[in-house]
């Protein structure tokens, strides 16, 4: 089964288009978990329209912003596979297909991500490879940290590492980066050299790099070293802690 977490806020100008070309693409018992952050536009009503019985709606419930929002749809996904999808974007065809072979390649692949062709706010290509414009995709985290290659609406995760990621500790800088960066260090990372999404960049997109200065881009950085590693600790140490009581439970059966 496949999920599709989409966080809304104020999306009505693109939601439909976005909707539409991802249904396309599920099979009858896939799901789109959408969780809106207190919309005040025509996003709901929008949604309504399309009438999907694939499409899930989280009411809103305070803002949230946008990680926290995200994590609430992530924590209501029901699918083996997740992908992470932006309001405002458009899957091209064949992504979904692309991502599920994949992922079916190689249990041990967690994330994957594909480049995505660069749009305007009028859907007009300003760009045929993200990744090129960032020097090319690199999973490792000495790249991550340098400069994030993960592009949330690009990537899809195995639901195993959604189950290690959350909760999304406070002081990440956002889900796609913590995300991408704990897959890599707890399994392996595909790329998808061909763009199989069209990423929308115009004034309202949700980017803290567009925001904050080299120095809080910095604290970030340090902030999401520390807790990859704690929280990869965490996961060692409670992996620990389940094959010791496994060994038990053997024994006393014995």
């Given at each position: 089964m496949i999920s599709v977490c989409i966080a809304t806020y104020n999306g009505g100008s693109y939601i439909g288009e976005q909707l539409?070309?991802?249904?396309?693409?599920?099979?009858?018992?896939?799901?789109i978990v959408v969780a809106d952050d207190g919309s005040t536009d025509d996003t709901l009503a929008v949604i309504a329209e399309l009438g999907d019985a694939r499409i899930r709606l989280l009411q809103s419930c305070g803002r949230l912003g946008v990680v926290k929002n995200f994590e609430r749809a992530l924590l209501s996904a029901h699918g083996d596979i997740i992908f992470l999808c932006d309001q405002d974007d458009v899957w091209l065809p064949g992504k979904c297909a692309q991502f599920s072979s994949a992922f079916e390649s190689d249990p041990q692949i967690l994330v994957i991500v594909s480049d995505a062709q660069v749009i305007d706010a009028r859907g007009t290509?300003?760009?045929?490879?993200?990744?090129?414009?960032?020097?090319?995709?690199?999973?490792?985290?000495?790249?991550?940290?340098?400069?994030?290659?993960?592009?949330?609406?690009?990537?899809?995760?195995?639901?195993k590492l959604i189950v290690a990621a959350l909760p999304i500790p406070q002081w990440v800088p956002m889900h796609d980066m913590w995300l991408g960066a704990l897959g890599s260090m707890l399994g392996k990372v595909h790329y998808?050299?061909?763009?199989?999404?069209?990423?929308?960049?115009?004034?309202?997109?949700?980017?803290?790099?567009?925001?904050?200065?080299?120095?809080?881009?910095?604290?970030?950085?340090?902030?999401?070293?520390?807790?990859?590693?704690?929280?990869?600790?965490?996961?060692?140490?409670?992996?620990?802690?389940?094959?010791?009581?496994?060994?038990?439970?053997?024994?006393?059966?014995?």
């Open positions: 539409r070309s991802v249904l396309l693409q599920l099979k009858p018992d896939d799901e290509i300003t760009a045929s490879s993200f990744m090129a414009m960032r020097g090319g995709f690199s999973s490792s985290l000495a790249s991550t940290f340098m400069r994030n290659r993960y592009l949330g609406c690009a990537m899809a995760l195995r639901r998808i050299s061909t763009p199989l999404l069209q990423y929308r960049r115009h004034s309202s997109n949700a980017s803290p790099s567009s925001r904050q200065g080299w120095l809080q881009m910095l604290r970030w950085r340090i902030a999401l070293l520390t807790l990859l590693v704690a929280r990869y600790f965490s996961l060692l140490l409670r992996l620990h802690r389940s094959a010791k009581s496994s060994n038990l439970s053997n024994q006393l059966r014995l």
